[in-house]
């Protein structure tokens, strides 16, 4: 990512979605050849993104309320990305899709999303859909 969106949230979501993308090369005579590209992603905070900024604020908190130990931060080797199933605007099923590779963090995330409480109008906006949580593990401040 070149240019940052001023929100971390929407940042992660950006590659998340990105790094879903076919790649095809561009070609010359059959050949690939090596360009350069680039890709603007324009994001709008709708109603279901303000709800779901609201349930990662939630979660994020969750999450910051007991440290890190320093063996469970030592084998964390990238971002884990949660994959989140809501069904009528409640927490359905939260399964790891990508680990980070702390089982015990992994635990603790998937055990903080189902904690996380929804509202009556929340969950109205919500509805029944799926949802991918990508967790930067490297910039949570966690307290000492």
Known sequence: MLVSSGNAEFDAYAVECASHWTY???MTG???VAVQWMAMMRMQKTDELA??????S?????LKASPAQPDEMSR?????VLAVKFASGKVAEVSVEK???S???DERAVGCMRSVA???????????TEWKHPINWAGIQFPR
């Open 76 to 80: 964390v080797h990238g971002p884990s």
């Open 30 to 32: 059959g050949k690939p």
């Open 103 to 105: 089982a015990p963090l």
């Open 118 to 128: 929804i509202d009556g109008a929340m969950a109205r906006t919500i509805g029944t």
């Open 58 to 62: 939630s979660f994020f908190q969750c």
């Open 99 to 101: 680990s980070a590779g």
């Open 24 to 26: 095809k090369p561009a």
């Open 51 to 56: 709800a779901f900024d609201t349930i990662s």
